[in-house]
């Protein structure tokens, strides 16, 4: 029973894999299976105009950006450079290719790239790690760190980076921001000294969180060795993302049906089993729907506040590649706009299967 | 206390300690003001009100004439403007487990399952007994309103009728001096306010514990009580008529409407209501 409905409960999270699922499990239901496949067959059609778009327009693109190279070789250097040029480019050599927006196919080829490099750091990783173990076990045994493999890291050690960023700095938001909200929540008289305080702060751009806590972990961190590019990047994500969870917390608690409170007060609970009894479970869903935004809110600065603070994530990935301004730069933050996307959508999926989880009115689900 | 208090009576001791009356909840010049920007509104005023032990009183007026105010000042969620309420002599000063509430809407903690929501009271309640014998209380009663089937089912998972029967439950199994119904079953549909109507009646003739019910409605109000208590229209509103309905019981719906002055009482409640 408890099984059926949780994977109820999940179906209706993961719209986007329901319809594959339902496929699976319908096969017995006609209607079913036809409006899956409806549905699937419209965004396949969908997908497929995009990406038509898109071939077009990045086509289009570096027509113009061809014909202005071959227009100014022609006003510079003559007829003959302007020849030179086109044969350039229509050879495919990639020192003269147009540097535009690249085209679909180019950034498959980029990201099979990007993971084949993936394939050949890992692998020399992996050699380094094997030729090192005897040091390390040396090294270890005799107290002193162990040598750790510093060359380029690939693009999936990047994302990695990225995710165990954006969680940390969910995890300081959710630690800061939820107890903040049950205690100001409770209290009408903390709630606007607080309040101030939160709508000053709430609109501050992730730029700025980002400057000040340099300014105080720069400090904290003198002589200390390690990298303090992680921690500032957490901090300064979980810092812009935390006011969701603080509001939302604050009015869960706060707007308790004047019923729970009612029974709280005839049975007259003391103040734990108050709060943990009655109160904190009623705002559990607001709770979530707060950490649900906090998360979307902590991916979407993380690029920002990664770049500023050389964190080597997904946005010091691309700004570099940016100003790298290599032959595949372009194809290469395309797909990092693309995995970006999809990380995000899975993220916060995950936060509404959570959230549908805990929240006992069922129609609740957004 | 005196030697010459002869303890024949065991009613009237309550604790060890001796009351001179069978009065288990007294009203006296209850009066309740809201201050509004254009002055005060008074919704009770002069109202006085003496309910028996045992006795079941329900109490019948007209929409907003201030029964839900009283009753919620019975039971400590209001404040009290004037005048003062005693339970057993006691001043009311806040909420309490000694009166137990069923309110309009169940108010069962949706997250809960049944049998947690009755546990909730009793151990709040009987802490010092242990947690098996608690467990026992909350699925006695339970089975008492007929919900031997749904211990853990969530609130949410009930119907409307089901969630009321364990408001029901969750109210007697703390064991209350007073039971306190805020028009329970006026959210119900008919049949199952027939239904409910005579598992509460099954329960209170077993418990008999003092009880005062809200109602809009003229046959339940009969059906349920020993006393119908009319309230006049608002503002300050107060008792109107009091209709004693000396039925015998245990009472069935059957013998109640066959009553040779069923329908005298009924013509009297609704003559008040009319007025």
Same mark, same amino acid.
């Given at each position: 029973?408890? #099984? ?27 209607? +079913? ?11 396949? %059609? ?44 229509? $050879? ?44 390390? +076990? ?64 709430? /609109? %501050? ?20 060795? $390690? ?16 006011? &969701? ?8 608690? !706060? ?14 609970? =003391? ?43 997904? =946005? ?14 372009? +194809?290469?933050?395309?797909? &990092? ?30 | ?35 509004? /920007? ?18 079941? %009183? ?13 009753? !919620? ?25 000694? *009166? ?29 007994? /242990? ?28 119907? #409307?009728?089901?969630? #009321? *029967? ?30 409910? #109507? ?50 015998? *019981? ?15 009482? *009924? ?9």
């Amino acid at each position: 029973m408890k #099984q059926e409905i949780t994977l109820k409960k999940q179906h209706s999270g993961f719209a986007f894999f329901k319809q594959i699922a339902s496929i699976v499990k319908s096969k017995f239901e006609k209607d +079913a299976v036809s409006k899956s496949l409806k549905k699937t067959a419209i965004t396949i %059609v969908s997908i497929l105009l995009f990406l038509g778009l898109w071939h077009l327009g990045s086509k289009a693109l570096y027509n113009k950006e061809a014909a202005y190279r071959i227009e100014k070789a022609l006003e510079e250097q003559g007829p003959a450079a302007a020849d030179a040029e086109r044969a350039c480019i229509a $050879s495919g050599e990639s020192r003269c290719q147009p540097n535009t927006l690249p085209s679909p196919t180019q950034v498959w080829a980029s990201f099979m790239s990007l993971i084949a490099d993936h394939h050949l750091i890992q692998a020399k990783k992996d050699a380094f790690n094997l030729k090192m173990e005897s040091t390390n +076990a040396k090294l270890i045994a005799q107290g002193k760190k162990a040598i750790v493999y510093t060359g380029r890291a690939s693009f999936i050690d990047i994302v990695l980076t990225s995710i165990k960023t954006v969680f940390a700095g969910f995890l300081l938001a959710l630690i800061i921001a939820v107890p903040i909200g049950v205690i100001i929540g409770l209290s009408p008289s903390l709630r606007s000294a607080f309040n101030w305080f939160i709508q000053i702060f709430k /609109p %501050v751009s992730p730029v700025v969180w980002y400057l000040l806590v340099f300014m105080i972990v720069k400090t904290l961190y003198i002589g200390a060795s $390690s990298d303090n590019a992680f921690v500032i990047s957490f901090v300064s994500v979980g810092l812009c993302a935390m006011w &969701a969870t603080l509001v939302n917390t604050a009015m869960g608690v !706060s707007s308790v049906d004047k019923d729970y409170i009612n029974v709280a007060k005839v049975l007259k609970l =003391g103040t734990f089993q108050k709060v943990f009894k009655v109160i904190l479970p009623s705002s559990l869903p607001l709770i979530f729907t707060g950490l649900r935004i906090t998360l979307s809110v902590a991916w979407m600065v993380l690029i920002a506040i990664e770049l500023l603070a050389q964190s080597p994530g997904l =946005g010091l990935f691309v700004w570099e590649e940016f100003q790298n301004g290599a032959n595949d730069s372009n +194809a290469k933050i395309i797909v &990092a706009m693309f995995v970006i996307g999809i990380i995000g959508f899975l993220l916060d999926r995950l936060m509404l299967t959570i959230q549908q989880m805990v929240s006992f009115n069922k129609n609740e689900g957004i | 206390m005196s030697a010459t208090i002869t303890k024949t009576d065991n009613t009237n001791f309550e604790n060890g300690i001796y009351y001179p009356s069978k009065v288990m909840l007294d009203l006296i010049n209850l009066k309740k003001v809201y201050p509004t /920007p254009k002055g005060d509104y008074v919704v009770l005023e002069n109202l006085n009100l003496q309910i028996m032990k045992e006795e079941f %009183v329900t109490i019948i007026g007209h929409s907003g004439c201030g029964k839900t105010t009283m009753l !919620s000042m019975i039971a400590g969620l209001n404040s009290i403007s004037g005048g003062n309420i005693s339970v057993l002599g006691n001043p009311v000063k806040g909420p309490g487990p000694d *009166r137990g509430v069923i309110f309009q809407s169940p108010s069962l903690m949706p997250w809960m399952t049944a049998l947690q929501n009755v546990l909730l009271g009793v151990n709040q309640v009987f802490p010092h007994i /242990p947690k098996k014998q608690r467990v026992d209380i909350a699925k006695y009663y339970l089975h008492k309103v007929g919900l031997d089937g749904a211990f853990n089912k969530k609130a949410t998972e009930l119907s #409307q009728g089901m969630q #009321q *029967r364990v408001g029901i439950a969750r109210a007697f199994a703390i064991k209350p001096k007073v039971l306190l119904l805020d028009e329970p079953f006026g959210m119900l549909d008919s049949l199952t306010r027939g239904e409910l #109507q005579d598992i509460l009646i099954e329960i209170w003739n077993k418990e008999k514990i003092t009880a005062v019910m809200i109602t809009h409605d003229v046959d339940e109000a009969i059906f349920l009580a020993d006393r119908v208590v009319m309230m006049t229209s608002g503002p300050r509103a107060k008792i109107g008529d009091v209709l004693t309905v000396d039925f015998e *019981r245990p009472r069935t719906r059957k013998s109640v409407l066959e009553h040779k002055d069923y329908y005298a009482c *009924r013509k009297h409640l609704i003559d008040f209501l009319e007025h």
